[in-house]
């Protein structure tokens, strides 16, 4: 019972990708879902979360650049990410829990240990 993220490669500055966050053993349409992400060498970060009544959180060093979304139907979140940089490099995760803006934004503060169904990664490269 997890949260299975992918989508992720290389891509230049400036380039977009879209990431996928599917459901296994469970059905999405009551869970809500976030995007974490955790560079090399640094600690885990909030990048964006979607509830199940469609509350949409984003983090302040992604907000404007990124698209969350939900497909119940296909048991499925998104994350369209645009304008790329180098610092977006990171391994992205997703995983059900609370879709509260200061969870997101300080997730080391506030967010640890509040999150579950964590599945593996999707490593996301931006080159310069």
């Known amino acids: 019972v997890q949260l299975q993220a992918s989508g992720g490669g290389l891509v230049h500055a400036g380039g977009s990708l879209s990431l996928s966050c599917v459901a296994s053993g469970f059905t999405l349409e009551w869970t809500n879902v976030a995007w974490f992400r955790q560079a090399p060498g640094k600690e885990r970060e909030g990048v964006s979360c979607i509830s199940t009544s469609g509350t949409i959180r984003y983090a302040d060093s992604v907000k404007g650049r990124v698209t969350i979304s939900r497909d119940n139907a296909k048991n499925t979140v998104y994350l369209q990410m645009n304008s790329l940089k180098p610092e977006d490099t990171a391994v992205y995760y997703c995983?059900?829990?609370?879709?509260?803006?200061?969870?997101?934004?300080?997730?080391?503060?506030?967010?640890?240990?509040?999150?579950?169904?964590w599945g593996p990664g999707t490593l996301v490269t931006v080159s310069s």
């Open positions: 995983a059900s829990g609370p879709c509260i803006g200061p969870l997101i934004n300080q997730y080391n503060s506030y967010g640890k240990g509040k999150y579950n169904r």
